[in-house]
């Protein structure tokens, strides 16, 4: 039987700021969608821990998390004019990242199948030196080192379907060989970054993928994507443990994304990363909760991807598809199968075979 754990605690709501669109109401959404979906007796809960000061600065430089942590429990304020912190923001980003943590150690010990870290403040706009885009930490990045370094993986992949870039997440990672930095995002779009031509640099050569999509995708275009571009880098990288910067941020009611994904559509790209875990790495899948702002949205798509963790159908779109043009994705395919090296060393392998 499919055993999907959920890693969550209320820490995380002493992180908020009245009218910002990244407050404790997202999770007190989630809560509320997981309770009307009657899946929690189905459900493993595993309780989070705080991050400890080794596992952060095998990512972060240790004088920018002196300072953040000083700069919170000084009583906080505007990081940036996206960024905010207050005097429980630096425990609750420390058990944000633990949350990322304990589902490796979950997943990896045989404790569940999957999981996914219902944490906050999320983390992937944050690089090594700077917090920015409504994150503190980089959990995922934290998260992916440690099953590295903890558990002696040689390669696992990052793919991150928020709307947004994972710019921190991938500066992170640009020279690193043993991880595989996967985003499809809008473009042109905060924070600026994920060219196509970010292709990783040298040990990493080759180990950034960024798919740039123009404002206005749905289900048809990111379905595209990932039966095209995604799921076949991966199978060519073959992981052995797969994560998610899962961020519903480009469903088209949200208010900070120009996307018009549906819940049905993101499901859609949970099943086949969920499948692709199940034919490369043993199902081994974790998800981070990234941004995602509207909050029954929120709600709806956390369900829908757990159903899909379970191993079921991920049921009705309680929201419905948005009909719009559905600008063409076929450049940026046709681009990245025609000059990324993932791409081209899986021509050269096959040619030779």
């Not at 099953?147 to 390669?155: K, P, V």
């Not at 991880?179 to 809008?186: D, E, G, Y």
């Amino acid at each position: 039987m499919m055993t999907t754990a959920i890693l969550t605690d209320q820490r995380y709501a002493a992180h908020t700021y009245p009218g910002h669109v990244e407050r404790a109401e997202r999770l007190f959404a989630i809560e509320k969608a997981l309770d009307a979906s009657e899946l929690r007796d189905d459900l493993l809960v595993i309780a989070p821990r705080a991050a400890r000061p080794a596992e952060l600065t095998a990512i972060h430089a240790p004088t920018f998390l002196q300072s953040i942590e000083r700069f919170g429990t000084h009583g906080g304020g505007s990081l940036d004019p996206d960024t905010y912190m207050n005097e429980a923001s630096w425990e609750a980003a420390t058990w944000s990242a633990g949350a990322a943590l304990r589902a490796v150690e979950a997943v990896m010990g045989g404790e569940c199948q999957n999981a996914f870290a219902l944490a906050r403040p999320p983390g992937h706009h944050a690089t090594a030196n700077q917090a920015m885009g409504f994150c503190l930490l980089n959990n995922i990045a934290i998260a992916a080192r440690y099953a590295l370094d903890q558990f002696g993986l040689e390669r696992v992949a990052i793919v991150d379907y928020d709307v947004h870039h994972g710019n921190g997440t991938q500066d992170i990672f640009y020279y690193e060989p043993r991880v595989l930095f996967c985003s499809t995002h809008a473009w042109p779009c905060y924070p600026g970054t994920g060219p196509a031509t970010d292709m990783g640099a040298g040990a990493g050569s080759g180990t950034t993928l960024n798919v740039p999509l123009p404002l206005g995708v749905g289900d048809k275009g990111y379905i595209q994507v990932f039966e095209r571009v995604i799921v076949p880098a991966l199978r060519h990288w073959q992981p052995q443990l797969i994560f998610v910067s899962a961020g519903y941020d480009a469903h088209w009611s949200d208010p900070i994304g120009p996307m018009v994904l549906s819940v049905a559509g993101y499901a859609q790209l949970t099943r086949m990363l969920y499948d692709s875990a199940a034919e490369l790495c043993a199902g081994r899948l974790i998800l981070v909760l990234e941004g995602g702002y509207n909050l029954e949205a929120l709600g709806a798509c956390v369900v829908a991807a757990l159903r899909v963790l379970l191993g079921r159908d991920p049921g009705k779109d309680p929201l419905g598809v948005i009909t719009a043009p559905a600008p063409d994705v076929s450049g940026i395919i046709a681009q990245l199968l025609s000059r990324h090296p993932l791409f081209l060393s899986a021509h050269r392998s096959t040619a030779e075979a």
